[in-house]
T-cell receptor
């Protein structure tokens, strides 16, 4: 079974802090994704990566950056956390090619105070 | 870009009654289509997927969905709702060529005893 793990289930940070969210997958997947989920807005793509050291902006990249130094790990960075970044953050991975199925981690609920 | 429409953010269904969640998509190429389920405080789990084989797709937990090209629809059904079906359901369509999925805004299903 594919397993996608996220470093924290719940996180509380202060405004202005630098925040790191880590995601690791164990199935040698090419593609990795970061989404944020807010009530009534569904899932919105922040960034994705289709290879090590490669990244592409999603629909809402402002205020975020990412890092993919190893194939299995994809990090989301909030350079200076703000209260409007309080949300559920979901990481996903997929094998690529014609298999679009994405496998999701359990999510990190981030609160910025 | 591809998009997905799910009407009715909240859906109430009586235990034992039919569950019907509607999904309409827009796509310029033959799509891959997915239904995911999210239980409280968890990540998304795949219910079923359409990948251009049979138009009627059976998934886990008694759910199924039918791909209708003429209606650009992929509605999800279950003949008899169970209390454990209370969750949020997301429809997604492949975004051809870049390994992304476009998600609908979700349906929160409430099962009434």
């Amino acid at each position: 079974d594919v397993k996608v793990t996220q470093s924290s289930r719940y996180l509380v940070k202060r405004t202005g802090e630098k925040v790191f969210l880590e995601c690791v997958q164990d199935m040698d997947h090419e593609n990795m994704f970061w989404y944020r989920q807010d009530p009534g807005l569904g899932l919105r793509l922040i960034y994705f990566s289709y290879d090590v050291k490669m990244k592409e902006k999603g629909d809402i990249p402002e205020g975020y950056s990412v890092s993919r130094e190893k194939k299995e790990r994809f990090s989301l960075i909030l350079e200076s956390a703000s209260t409007n970044q309080t949300s559920m953050y979901l990481c996903a991975s997929s094998s690529g090619g014609t298999d679009y199925e994405q496998y999701f981690g359990p999510g990190t609920r981030l609160t910025v105070t | 870009a591809q998009s997905v429409t799910q009407l009715g953010s909240h859906v109430s269904v009586s235990e034992g009654a039919l569950v019907l969640l509607r999904c309409n998509y827009s796509s310029s190429v033959p799509p891959y289509l997915f239904w995911y389920v999210q239980y409280p405080n968890q990540g998304l789990q795949l219910l079923l997927k359409y990948t251009s084989a049979a138009t009627l797709v059976k998934g886990i937990n008694g759910f199924e969905a039918e791909f209708k090209k003429s209606e650009t629809s992929f509605h999800l059904t279950k003949p008899s709702a169970h209390m454990s079906d209370a969750a949020e359901y997301f429809c997604a369509v492949s975004d051809n060529g870049n390994n992304r999925l476009a998600f609908g805004k979700g349906n929160q299903v409430v099962v009434i005893p």
